[in-house]
């Protein structure tokens, strides 16, 4: 098991830009394939991005194509979602997710989760 914690989340405006941050610790980092997911109030977690353990392959959620990028740093433990022209749609808890398996957007293939970011764009 790994234990994950995410930061970086808060309040920003439409079209500004976040960092989030997840920080693994208690199991080898490098051996984990990184997910994030998000949760609005009312709505089922949804994917958002995936990348695999060497950081070589990557996966993204078709709404933030382009805006987003999942990134790690195998060295510090580190996974990190660079979150850029935020929408208000894009208001949510956000869970950083890893899994030994592989490389997925399905949330019920990853084994441990954070306790999650809230992420706020105003309009």
């Known amino acids: 098991q790994v234990q994950l914690v995410e930061s970086g989340g808060g309040l920003v405006q439409a079209g500004g830009s976040l960092t989030l941050s997840c920080a693994a610790s208690?199991?080898?980092?490098?051996?984990?394939?990184m997910g994030w997911f998000r949760q609005a109030p009312g709505k089922k977690r949804e994917f958002v991005a995936a990348?695999?353990?060497?950081?070589?392959?990557?996966s993204y959620a078709d709404s933030v194509k382009g805006r987003f990028t999942i990134s790690r740093d195998n060295a510090k433990n580190k996974a990190y979602l660079q979150m850029n022209s935020l929408k208000p749609e894009d208001t949510a808890v956000y869970y950083c997710?890893?899994?030994?398996?592989?490389?997925?957007?399905?949330?019920?293939?990853?084994?441990?989760w954070g306790q999650g970011t809230q992420v706020t764009v105003s309009s």
């Open positions: 208690g199991r080898t980092f490098s051996n984990y394939n």
């Open positions: 997710a890893a899994n030994v398996r592989r490389l997925t957007g399905w949330a019920d293939e990853y084994d441990d």
């Open positions: 990348m695999d353990w060497s950081g070589s392959s990557t």
